[in-house]
């Protein structure tokens, strides 16, 4: 078996470039995925290189291609005719991959009602309930009742923290005096680079932090 002593370095300049540049994070994740394959033969990222995606609008980015499969693989998504990339993800959406990507169980009845606007019946209300019983969300208060607000546009700032919270993720502290409470979790998945908070995220960035985060938490790549 071959052996490629430069990886590291390759590995660390991708990681440089990515928190330089945060829409090249598809780049980053591609190469970690790719590493057990080029160092140890991983059959898990040669399942990812060889697995046809049925989705007729899927990015052309390796990166994204391969995040996209690995959720699919592991049941995050769903095969459907259009993924519809760069369309923002709701916060029904991201909380129901979240939940299936980090093994939270959502199959109890009561499952429902646990925000006003999570009534029983809705596709989502299972998912966001399970969160909300693990502590992964907390919603919004509205009146005097908390709302999760399924339907909204989930920014980056609630994503990180959802996305921390639910991995078991560690945060450091701000050494910045009244920082906001946003900056930890997204410092601990872009380090000293920090993109619009209150920016939406795309469909496609969404299923890459989300697989990125669950293959950190097999085992398939590092942190």
Same mark, same amino acid.
């Given at each position: 078996m071959?052996?490629? $002593?430069?990886?590291?370095? /390759?590995i660390s300049?991708?990681?440089?470039?990515? %928190?330089?540049?945060?829409?090249?994070?598809?780049? %980053?994740? *591609?190469?970690?995925?790719l590493?057990?394959?080029?160092? *140890? +033969?991983?059959?898990v990222?040669?399942?990812?290189m060889s697995?046809?995606?049925?989705?007729a609008? &899927?990015? =052309?980015?390796?990166?994204? !291609?391969?995040?996209?499969? %690995?959720?699919?693989a592991h +049941?995050?998504?769903?095969?459907? *005719?259009?993924?519809?990339?760069? =369309?923002?993800?709701?916060?029904?959406?991201?909380?129901?991959? @979240?939940?299936?990507? &980090? #093994? @939270?169980?959502?199959?109890? =009845?009561?499952?429902a #009602?646990?925000?006003?606007?999570?009534?029983a019946g809705?596709?989502?209300? $299972?998912f966001?309930c399970?969160?909300?019983? !693990?502590?992964?969300v907390?919603?919004?208060?509205q009146?005097k009742?908390?709302?999760?607000?399924?339907?909204?546009?989930?920014?980056? &700032?609630?994503?990180?923290?959802i996305l921390i919270?639910?991995f078991k993720?560690q945060?450091? $502290?701000?050494?910045?005096?009244?920082?906001?409470w %946003?900056?930890p979790?997204? =410092?601990?998945?872009n #380090?000293?680079? !920090?993109?619009?908070p209150f +920016?939406?995220?795309?469909?496609?960035? *969404? /299923?890459?932090?989300?697989?990125?985060?669950?293959? !950190?938490?097999r085992?398939?790549?590092?942190?």
């Open positions: 071959m052996h490629f $002593p430069f990886l590291s370095d /390759v300049l991708s990681r440089y470039i990515c %928190y330089s540049h945060p829409l090249m994070k598809p780049l %980053y994740f *591609a190469i970690l995925l590493t057990p394959f080029i160092s *140890a +033969g991983s059959a990222a040669l399942t990812l697995t046809p995606l049925p989705y609008d &899927a990015p =052309r980015e390796r990166g994204t !291609q391969i995040a996209l499969s %690995y959720a699919l +049941g995050v998504i769903e095969p459907r *005719a259009q993924i519809f990339p760069r =369309r923002p993800v709701t916060r029904a959406e991201f909380v129901k991959m @979240i939940v299936v990507a &980090a #093994g @939270i169980d959502y199959s109890s =009845r009561n499952f #009602g646990c925000f006003v606007d999570t009534p809705e596709w989502f209300s $299972p966001v399970a969160a909300k019983k !693990q502590g992964v907390k919603g919004y208060w009146g009742a908390p709302v999760f607000l399924p339907h909204q546009p989930i920014t980056y &700032a609630e994503a990180a923290k919270v639910a993720k945060t450091t $502290p701000s050494l910045i005096p009244n920082s906001p %946003y900056e979790f997204i =410092r601990a998945i #380090g000293f680079d !920090q993109p619009d +920016g939406l995220v795309s469909r496609a960035l *969404a /299923v890459t932090l989300i697989s990125e985060a669950m293959a !950190q938490k085992g398939e790549i590092y942190e």
